[in-house]
Nanobody
């Protein structure tokens, strides 16, 4: 079993920055996609970004392209999401998800990911 732990959420003013991290514990593994999804109140959960650990490739939702960066952290099996130029519409609970597959193009579909964290709240004030 694998557990995902998100950290780094909080309250920030519009135009500010936050960094989210997702670390894993439990069984060891290599070769995976790690993604970030978010869910705002009253809305469906949506894809934000994903990183292929095997191929080093990234994928972003159009709404965050150019503002968010997903990358491998120094700690093993940990991924960061750098969020810059934050907007009030970025306010949501952010979830980390893990797909233990070797994919060059990580999926934006939630059902592809078999493991999920509990989420961390990001609130952007105007």
């Amino acid at each position: 079993q694998v557990q995902l732990i998100e950290s780094g959420g909080g309250l920030v003013q519009a135009g500010g920055s936050l960094r989210l991290s997702c670390s894993t514990s439990g069984r060891t593994f290599s070769g995976y996609c790690m993604g970030w999804f978010r869910q705002a109140p009253g809305k469906e959960r949506e894809f934000v970004a994903a990183f292929s650990e095997t191929f080093g490739s990234t994928r972003y939702a159009d709404s965050v392209k150019g503002r968010f960066t997903i990358s491998r952290a120094n700690a093993k099996n940990t991924i960061n999401l750098e969020m810059n130029s934050l907007k009030p519409e970025d306010t949501a609970k952010y979830y980390c998800a893990l797909d233990l597959s070797l994919r060059a193009n990580c999926a934006a579909i939630q059902t592809t990911y078999g493991y999920w964290g509990q989420g961390t709240q990001v609130t952007v004030s105007s």
